[in-house]
């Protein structure tokens, strides 16, 4: 690791610079439209000798907890003489929704910024629980054009204000062991058909290898695996009364239940769970988040030479697959609104988002996919490269302020069929029932 | 007996100070907000849409037609009748072994109460772990025994077992630490009675010890019924309430609903629904243990 | 004959003694289980089939969690609202319960009844005017309105149970001293308090316990930093030293599961007489 190497690359902030910052941030959060508290600038609080007293940020990180992130607190500390108290979240993903939505339904005022992801960022901002962050942008200069366009204004952003800038990208790719490919002399599926076909060939459940992994559980997980089957179909999550995402459920179900190529526990399965059936040699394919990628590089088990990935096979009626990201948002309720906007800014910067590579995550912007070094500890940095060179191939999920809501409705409603409890017409009707006003309401 | 010239004002007065504490505590922490919640059920009230619109009996239509709301009902059936039954048989049982005299007597006493003790929620993620199909303590008992590793949490019907064994597993102590005490209130004396009468153990636990505990048995099965239908920690950390909603129960989903998706009115609505469940086993528990109590 | 019967008896007394064994084995193999997991080192901890013989006892996984989370903030919160709960919830309890039990004024009836009416409103149809009464009142994340709501669970079941000790008790000694003259609270703490003694340490540990292992309330309650309580730590401990959320440690889970047991099974062990005293007088007196 050569964390310390990074530092050099800081451009430390003057105090001067930083009283001009924090007071600028003030006046744009109060010329901004959104009602969001704004903290006096330092009133009264005789000028320079009180900008000397070290203040303190605090903010919560999801979801991982190691020395990594404690690098780039420190590097604040270090440049600002700030203090960053720093707070672990609840792994759990839903957990963490429900402690921050918590929090920031009863006006919180003990987190400064947070680690956000799409749908925090769609449910938080249109409730007003976020600081507007585009005077952020103009005040530390942050380039937007470089992060891809989608994750800026489709899930970063709601009604046209942004609400967080994204840190970390998440795209979903396909993974694969290239020795059980090369063994059983198949290449990457280019179709669903293919992907059938590969995935047969592969699988010997004697030895308890299958073709493709699953996770459909719900709570989040399964709600993905049905946004990027039913939109390769053409339909999407909150628009699942269609042929081609009907096609598309089937098509998965059919996957466990009727080719057997993946584990019949498929619909319990989550990410740790395959990711530690991955580990035991249990899988030869799995269409997931590329963090992954990063979870095995960073793995003493990772074996470099047996997993690469692929673009995702061609469906009825697309190639895509999904992206997203988490980032960092400011609480609107925050009295240090000065502090949290210069957290928000320090981690947009290439040097600081670049650490992110020690956890084996790619940084959101655009221009660090092609360094070699991002490339070497983040090994779907190529990948993301091809995708965006083909164009047009990754989508953001349907993010709008009640897709927690649309989740559920469509996670409770699909598994009941992916578990044998109703047909596919009554889970997709069901939910679709569900969805529709929920979709009405935001949209409308 | 106590005074009958002590119904003086300034006793009254004395009682009505000192149980004051008590009564406003509840008034306002359990009283007040139940009948809030009441009142929140007619309105559409969303902290993240910031609303809060009268719209009438919408939440209680709504209910109607929630998929879920039948998913629901139709497990806290399930549950409540599964989970009751279970307990009282196995805690009879084990009032039964821990009344006689034997080696480590007292230490069994003091096993039997672990699970009791035991946070819900330690429990409930615990056997998350447990009933893995791959890597869980109970399948590789199954494994071991026939070579089947079942889908615990795949199944419907296995995942509502699953979750009824893990609450029986914990909350079975209970019952059987006031079954025991039941027993030995019975006198010994009706027991050696009925040995002249040449009746078996079988039969003098049938016909002597069972009738004497009936009315404690029923009105435990009102109390644990009722618990029943209002546990939350099992559901939440074990099943999420799937597969699919075959394992949710009201409180879980008065709990997504609520503060997952911050749907305050509709939350409420499913609140007074599970009220009144709650009322119903009472009430009905109430009429049976009276009649039990009457043939007695 | 002779034989048949010894051999029948034996038959019996093994058929018993398995009944135990298995009883025994249904309860603490679970729990041992848990034990196993959190001291398993990490990569032991997926074998198929499983290992029921520590091959060590790794004590690394308790090092990373007290290091990476404030467990031992957690475990004081939980041990003040447990503890603190407990002996308001006692102190007005018992006020109430000595009215109750002794001044047989009109209406202790009713306030019975309706204590144990309350005490079915179930928290879910509570909590949420609760959370915007706790919004507005600035009650939320606060260690004094996580006490209001840990001791309000705790109110009707201990009247009820003081009050059936106390009726248990012979009024004469309290008229003796009514006699000489004592006040009211001198005969209540000189006089009453000794004579029940074992019936409000019962109710100790009984509610000691419950406050411990409260999870409900401090999941919608306790979301600040300074006032989350051990239950919460289960899930936070799932990715200390993870390296992506796709590692989920249940050995880090088990040894808070374990944390948050030992205090809750110590108690047990030692008192276990009085707690099952505690149980049972609520139910029959």
Known sequence: MTRKAHASMTRPVSRRAFLKTAGAGAAFAALSACAAPVAAPAEGTGGEEAMAEPQELNIVYWADSNDFFQGVIDQYQEETSNIVNYEVAPAVYIEWQQMMTTRLASGDTGTDAFHSDDFQAAIYGAAGWLSPLEPVVELYDIDLDDWPQTLIHDVSSWDGVLYRIPWGNDTEIFF????????????????????????????????????????????????????????????????????????????????????????????????????????????AMWWCWDGFFGAMRTNEEFWADQVSAFLPPMGPDNAETITGCWGWSAVASSPNQDLAAEWVGFTARSDVMKQQIYRGRVPARVSLW??????????????????????????????????????????????????????????????????????????? | MFGQQNLSTRRILLAWLLVTPVVLWRLLTSVYPFLRTFYISFFDNSPVRRTFDFVGLDNYMALTRDANVDATLTFTLFFTVSSVALQVVLGLAIAEL???????????????????????????????????????????????????????????????????????????????????????????????????DGADGARSYWYITLPLLMPLIISMIIFTAIFRVLTFEIVYALTNGGPGTATSLLSYLVYLEGFRVLNFGYASAIAMLLFFIVLIVGVLGYGFLRRAWERL | MNMQLISKRRFQ???????????????????????????????????????????????????????????????????????????????????????????????????????????????????????????????????????ILYGSALLPITTWVLVSFLRQVPVEIEDAAKVDGASFFQLLWRIVLPVIRPGVATMFLINFIIGWNEFFTPLIFARG?????????????????????????????????????????????????????????????
């Open chain 1, 176 to 283: 694969y062991r290239t020795d059980y490919f090369e063994e059983a002399g198949v290449s990457p599926p280019t179709d669903w058909n293919e992907l059938v076909e590969v995935g047969t060939a592969l699988t010997d459940e004697d030895a308890g290898v299958y073709g493709i992994a699953l996770s459909a559980t719900i709570g989040g997980q399964l709600g993905n695996e049905i946004q990027h089957w039913t939109n390769q179909g053409g339909g999407a999550i909150n628009n699942l009364d269609n042929d081609g995402a009907r096609e598309a459920l089937a098509f998965y179900k059919a996957l466990y239940a009727e080719h057997n190529i993946a584990p019949d526990s498929a619909p319990q399965e989550d990410y740790s769970s395959v990711f530690q059936g991955w580990l035991s040699d249990k899988y």
């Open chain 3, 13 to 147: 007394t093994s058929l018993f003694y398995l009944a135990v064994i298995l009883f025994l084995i249904v309860v603490l193999l679970p729990i041992y289980y848990i034990f196993l997991t959190a001291f398993a080192p990490s990569g032991k901890l997926f074998t198929v089939p499983l290992t029921y013989v520590p091959r060590s006892l790794a004590t690394a996984r308790f090092q990373d969690i007290f290091g990476a989370l404030p467990i031992a903030r957690y475990m004081l919160n939980s041990t003040l609202l447990a503890t603190f709960s407990t002996i308001l919830a006692l102190t007005v309890s018992l006020l109430a319960a000595y009215a109750i039990a002794r001044l047989n004024f009109p209406g202790a009836n009713m306030v019975m009844i309706g204590l144990l009416a309350s005490s079915m409103l179930p928290g879910t149809a509570t909590v949420i005017p609760l959370f915007q009464m706790y919004q507005t009142l600035k009650l939320m994340d606060t260690l004094h309105g996580l006490l």
């Open chain 1, 370 to 444: 092609a360094d070699p070094e991002v490339q070497d500890l983040a090994p779907s940095s190529p990948f993301l490269l091809d995708l965006a060179e083909a164009g047009g191939l990754v989508k953001a999920r349907p993010v709008t302020p009640s897709i927690q809501e649309i989740y559920d409705a469509a996670e409770q409603n699909v598994h009941a069929y992916l578990t044998d409890q109703v047909s596919l017409d009554e889970a997709v009707t069901a939910a679709m029932d569900k969805i529709n006003p929920i979709l009405e309401r935001d949209l409308g």
């Open chain 3, 225 to 285: 930093a300074g006032v989350k309580v051990i239950t919460m730590a289960l899930s936070e401990a799932q990715v200390i030293g993870a390296r992506s959320e796709f590692d989920v440690s249940w050995g880090n889970m088990s040894a808070v599961a374990i944390l948050t047991t030992i205090p809750v099974f110590i108690i047990t062990l030692i008192f276990q007489r009085q707690i099952v005293e505690g149980i049972t007088s609520g139910v029959f007196k």
């Open chain 2, 98 to 196: 821990l009344n006689q005299r034997f080696k480590m007597r007292n230490f069994t006493r003091a096993v039997n109460l672990l699970p009791w003790a035991m946070a819900p929620i330690v429990i409930a993620t615990a056997a998350r772990w447990i009933f893995h199909q791959d890597y869980g303590l109970i399948n590789d008992i199954i494994w071991r025994l026939s070579g089947e590793r079942p889908l615990w949490l795949v199944n419907f019907t296995t995942a509502r077992f699953a979750v009824t064994i893990t609450d029986v597993w914990k909350n079975t102590a209970f019952l059987a630490v006031i079954f025991l005490s039941g027993l030995q209130g019975i006198p010994l004396e009706l027991y050696e009675a009925a040995k002249i």
